[in-house]
Each structure stands twice: as structure tokens, then as C-alpha cells.
């Protein structure tokens, strides 16, 4: 089990989750956006084993994703690319990952229904990742029409 910060971590998921339900309800068009630092599925990790205790892949921490999925959120990518494996966002900078494609895919857009229905692309920028200086996560992006 992860350390002190994971319960932290599913409380602040439970009262996230709770806010997410109202925005839903206001019937306007939202998107959640960022680093939810969950990996939803095995899929959305390269792998490894050396992830196993952390909170990203903990039972708890995926049912906390997929109960804002269960709200009625559209995850853009999975809509978009919904088979798709080694669909990440993020690579550590330690132990040559970024060449080696070892990533996670820890940041999300999720969708009201009314933006769902507006998905015409989503996608991650990894030529971003790969510059100068970057940051160890890549832009993820979608396009509304």
C-alpha cells in the first residue's frame, strides 16, 4: 500500500468526484482537464512492475477514475483511440523511459455529455516531450466542433 499521502489522495478524489456531479448536473458544456495522476488501465502503463505499490495503479485509485466515468464523463481519448496500447502522457525522466516509450498515461479530458457529442479529435503531443527542456508529461489536446 502506498504511504500516508494515499488516503489524502482518495479524499480529496471523493470530494473532486462530488463537485464533478455538480457540474454535470448544471446541464452546461464542462470538460475536466489536467494531471489526475491515475492510469486508469494496465493498458495506459508500459510494462513494468516497478509501479506496483505506487497510488497511480492502486485499486482505489482507478475506481476513483472510473466512477467519473460511471457519472456520465466522456474520457476523450478512450473515445477517440478506443483500443488503442502505449497511448501515454507521461515518461519519468529516470532510466532512458522517454526513449524507450515507457510511459503512463496520467492526464485526462473528460467531457459533459453535451461536449462529448462535439469530439471530432483528441490526441497527446508527444513531439513536445521529445524537445529541449521538456516537461516529463506531453499535451493532450482535443478539438470540439
Given at each position: 500500500?502506498?504511504?500516508?499521502?494515499?488516503?489524502?489522495?482518495?479524499?480529496?478524489?471523493?470530494?473532486?468526484?462530488?463537485?464533478?456531479?455538480?457540474?454535470?448536473?448544471?446541464?452546461?458544456?464542462?470538460?475536466?482537464a489536467g494531471d489526475?495522476?491515475?492510469?486508469?488501465?494496465?493498458?495506459?502503463?508500459?510494462?513494468t512492475r516497478s509501479?506496483?505499490?505506487?497510488?497511480?495503479?492502486?485499486?482505489?485509485?482507478?475506481?476513483?477514475?472510473?466512477?467519473?466515468?460511471?457519472?456520465?464523463?466522456?474520457?476523450?481519448?478512450?473515445?477517440?483511440?478506443?483500443?488503442?496500447?502505449?497511448?501515454?502522457?507521461?515518461?519519468?525522466?529516470?532510466?532512458?523511459?522517454?526513449?524507450?516509450?515507457?510511459?503512463?498515461?496520467?492526464?485526462?479530458?473528460?467531457?459533459?455529455?453535451?461536449?462529448a457529442r462535439k469530439?471530432?479529435?483528441?490526441?497527446?503531443?508527444?513531439?513536445?516531450?521529445?524537445?529541449?527542456?521538456?516537461?516529463?508529461?506531453?499535451?493532450?489536446?482535443?478539438?470540439?466542433?
Open positions: 500500500r502506498p504511504g500516508p499521502k494515499f488516503d489524502y489522495k482518495l479524499a480529496w478524489h471523493q470530494r473532486f468526484a462530488a463537485h464533478a456531479a455538480e457540474l454535470l448536473d448544471t446541464g452546461l458544456p464542462v470538460a475536466l489526475f495522476n491515475i492510469v486508469p488501465e494496465p493498458r495506459d502503463i508500459y510494462q509501479y506496483d505499490d505506487n497510488a497511480l495503479v492502486q485499486p482505489e485509485s482507478r475506481a476513483a477514475f472510473a466512477a467519473l466515468i460511471d457519472q456520465g464523463w466522456t474520457d476523450a481519448l478512450r473515445k477517440v483511440f478506443p483500443r488503442e496500447e502505449r497511448l501515454y502522457t507521461f515518461w519519468d525522466y529516470r532510466r532512458n523511459r522517454w526513449p524507450r516509450d515507457a510511459g503512463l498515461r496520467l492526464d485526462h479530458i473528460l467531457l459533459s455529455k453535451k461536449l469530439l471530432k479529435a483528441a490526441g497527446i503531443d508527444r513531439e513536445e516531450r521529445g524537445g529541449d527542456n521538456p516537461s516529463d508529461h506531453a499535451p493532450v489536446w482535443v478539438e470540439l466542433g
